[in-house]
């Protein structure tokens, strides 16, 4: 490629490495920044800037004299200091929302895992006796107490504890499931895989949309261990639909001596349907129906952090107890503490749903969140740009999360268009926002729902955009 005369002056005035660093030597923000990452910001913008003129894109003389140069290294450092995970603003209205780290954690569990993450616990230490005790203790009997389970244990995710209870009971032996609960969850958790990979063998039985108790019974075999109910968390089977429920299940189990499962996915000790919600099943009631282990998620509807929970049949929870795998799947001490702290709050349910932010949202008053977009519209009309577009609608938010597929929680959106900006321009430049603000696209706009958003995030929000609209695109 042939370049320009312009061009080949501009690359003679680009400044060298050496240049740069002895230029941030004199200059404080430098000072604690480690020598290693100084160096590679400067390569990585005289890179970028001698890229530019090669691609000619109209890249001014000025640009590359000291002071440009020299900020654009500290807007790199600034980047590259930034954690790579990072907050940031649920405006997607899903409250359980798998990509942005499902459920936020109560502020009293937040306060206990940090005493616990910054200094020695028992974790695996008997106070009473002196001597090495059990990692699950802490939540154990509190997780009995909530449940009317017998017995309990955590591990690291509901997968785990999925692959755990199906390695322990059935390995080389059959499970009966129905097909119309082979859940795929997303991110790759299949039950049948996840049978495979257990060593139990699927065996299934009924259609998708109809199955019988008849069905369990005709496939019933000597080496039978287990009969498993898959609650069909992120999806609903409606029409011409018949489902044995885990009644029927754990009674005809029990005839045969086998046990039952229940995986319920989401897993809930309140009953949604006393908040004018659908129906989801209890953990509790899983239990007193007859489920012999039952599994379900620690993040979820339950509102605390990424676990997986299983409770059941002393006799059963024993042996999967003893399983070499729990030492590969096991919960951490930061989980612990949040997750003991979270079912705490539980023995006050009217608390739990104040106070676990998972619940708060779901259940929150529309006039809350009605109010909520009130302020922003007005926030962001109060910036007196004729650019600007915006307007509040009603609609409704999801629980996400593979929790009550069929739930419509009514919510507000404030929807933004800006004359001369592509709204996907614009959802961009919110997604690169510091934090970023997550929002859907649709009609042109650029849609936030309120029900996820906090109070104290509206003016961060405002300001996202008054940069937007200061800096424009870049
Ligand atoms: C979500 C879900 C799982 C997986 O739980 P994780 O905690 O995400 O590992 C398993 N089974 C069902 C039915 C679920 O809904």
Redesign the pocket.
């Given at each position: 490629m042939e370049l320009t005369e312009k061009q080949q002056d501009l690359l003679r005035m680009l400044p060298g490495v050496d240049h740069v660093l002895e230029l941030a030597k004199s200059d404080s923000f430098f000072e604690k920044i480690p020598k290693s990452l100084r160096v590679r910001c400067v390569r990585s913008v005289i890179e970028t800037l001698r890229n530019t003129v090669f691609e000619d894109s109209g890249i001014s003389a000025e640009s590359l004299s000291d002071i440009p140069v020299i900020e654009a290294v500290k807007a790199r450092v600034n980047q590259e200091m930034t954690p790579n995970l990072r907050r940031v603003i649920n405006a997607t209205g899903v409250v359980v929302h798998?990509n942005l780290g499902r459920s936020l954690l109560a502020e009293e569990a937040v306060e206990n895992l940090l005493i616990i993450a910054s200094r020695y616990s028992n974790l695996e230490f008997d106070l009473e006796l002196g001597k090495r005790g059990s990692r699950y203790s802490c939540v154990e009997n509190l997780l009995c107490e909530l449940s009317g389970a017998e017995s309990a244990m955590v591990v690291n995710?509901?997968?785990?504890a999925?692959l755990l209870c199906l390695e322990t009971l059935a390995k080389g032996k059959k499970v009966i499931v129905s097909r119309g609960e082979l859940?795929e969850?997303g991110g790759s958790?299949r039950i049948p895989d996840v049978m495979a990979k257990s060593g139990a063998v699927l065996k299934e039985v009924g259609t998708t949309n109809r199955t019988h108790l008849r069905d369990y019974a005709g496939a019933l075999e000597e080496d039978t261990a287990l009969l498993l109910k898959?609650?069909t968390?992120?999806y609903s089977v409606v029409g011409f639909t018949a489902e044995v429920t885990l009644k029927d299940m754990a009674f005809l189990a029990s005839s045969r001596g086998i046990p039952v499962m229940n995986?319920?996915?989401?897993g809930t000790f309140v009953d949604f349907s006393r908040y004018g919600m659908l129906k989801e099943p209890t953990v509790q009631e899983s239990v007193s129906t007859g489920a012999d282990i039952v599994?379900f998620?620690?993040?979820?509807l339950l509102g605390g952090p990424?676990a997986?929970i299983i409770l059941g049949k002393k006799k059963l929870m024993d042996s999967i107890r003893k399983n070499p795998l729990t030492r590969a799947l096991r919960i951490d001490r930061l989980t612990l503490a949040a997750l003991e702290t979270t079912l705490r709050i539980y023995r006050d349910p009217e608390k739990a749903v104040r106070v676990i932010p998972t619940l708060r949202m779901l259940t929150c008053d529309f006039r809350l969140i009605e109010k909520k977009a009130g302020q922003l519209a007005e926030m962001l009309k109060g910036l007196n740009d004729s650019r600007v577009y915006i307007q509040v609608r009603g609609h409704s938010s999801r629980v996400g999360?593979?929790?009550l597929p069929l739930q419509e929680l009514p919510s507000m959106s404030v929807e933004i268009r800006i004359k001369n900006m592509s709204v996907n321009a614009v959802e961009r430049a919110m997604r690169a926002n510091m934090p970023p603000v997550i929002g859907r696209v649709a009609e042109d706009f650029f849609i936030m729902d309120m029900r996820t958003v906090e109070a104290d995030e509206l003016p961060v929000i405002g300001t996202a955009f008054e940069t937007l609209l200061k800096k424009g695109l870049s």
């Open positions: 798998t995710n509901n997968a785990a999925v859940v969850i958790f898959v609650h968390s992120n995986d319920l996915g989401s599994t998620s620690g993040d979820k990424q997986g999360g593979g929790a």
